[in-house]
């Protein structure tokens, strides 16, 4: 797995392997905070998957760069993306 930055605001997991109901053509989770995506992280380390060292520190780094309009953005509380509806 990995995370891209999407232009319209969002992190993306790449490839996400968390929910083995999908195939690939789908595979995929959205996060609309660091705060989201970081805890995203936790799961696949928790999976047993390999997770690059210091990606969560990296993405706190980029954390004002990536969503700048946020208020309290790396604590706030975000709407269940609809992408990880079962
Ligand atoms: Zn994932």
Known sequence: MYI??????????????????????????????????????DSHRNAGHDVLDGLESKLLEDDLENFPNRPNHTNQTQPTPPSVEE
């Open 4 to 41: 891209i930055m999407s232009s319209k605001g969002f992190l993306f997991c790449v490839v996400c392997r968390l929910d083995d109901s999908r195939d690939f053509t789908s595979a995929g989770f959205s996060a609309y905070s660091t705060a989201e995506m970081i805890a995203h992280i």
